[in-house]
C-alpha cells in the first residue's frame, strides 16, 4: 500500500506563489511515478505534472508549463510542487498521487493511471 499526505495550500494573490508538499510512505514498487492532480468545482481532475521516481524524469501540462515544477527528495520521500505566476484559474484542489505506468521513460498524466491518492490541499488563488 501507499499513503500520500499532501500540505502547503492557501491563499495567495494573483502573481503570488506557494510549494506544495506531499509526504510518501509505502511500498517503493508501488509508486514508481509521482503526480500532481488538480480538481476545480464542477471540473474533472486533471494532470498538472509527473516526476518518475528512479530517473527524475518530469512532465508539465501545457497550462502550467514555465509556471510550476514538480520535484522530489527521495531521501525524505517527499514530493513537491513549486507554483509561481500564479492565477485565479490555478485555483483548485491539488492532489498528490502514485502509480506505476510509465510509457517511453515518462510517467503519465492520465488519472486513470494512478492509483494511490492523498486527501487534497486547497489552493485558492484571489
Known amino acids: 500500500d501507499v499513503q500520500l499526505v499532501e500540505s502547503g495550500g492557501g491563499l495567495v494573490q494573483p502573481g503570488g506563489s506557494l510549494r506544495l508538499s506531499c509526504a510518501v510512505s509505502g511500498d517503493t514498487y508501488r509508486r514508481g511515478c509521482l503526480a500532481w492532480f488538480r480538481q476545480a468545482p464542477g471540473k474533472e481532475r486533471e494532470g498538472v505534472a509527473s516526476?518518475?521516481?528512479?530517473?527524475?524524469?518530469?512532465v508539465h501540462a501545457d497550462s502550467v508549463k514555465g509556471r510550476f515544477i514538480i520535484s522530489q527528495d527521495k531521501s525524505k520521500d517527499a514530493l513537491y510542487l513549486q507554483m509561481d505566476s500564479l492565477k485565479p484559474e490555478d485555483t483548485s484542489m491539488y492532489y498528490c498521487?502514485?502509480?506505476?505506468?510509465?510509457?517511453?521513460?515518462?510517467?503519465?498524466?492520465?488519472?486513470?493511471?494512478?492509483?494511490?491518492w492523498g486527501q487534497g490541499t486547497q489552493v485558492t488563488v484571489s
Open positions: 498521487a502514485a502509480g506505476t505506468y510509465y510509457k517511453d521513460g515518462t510517467c503519465s498524466l492520465r488519472r486513470t493511471d494512478y492509483r494511490y
Open positions: 516526476i518518475r521516481r528512479s530517473t527524475g524524469r518530469a
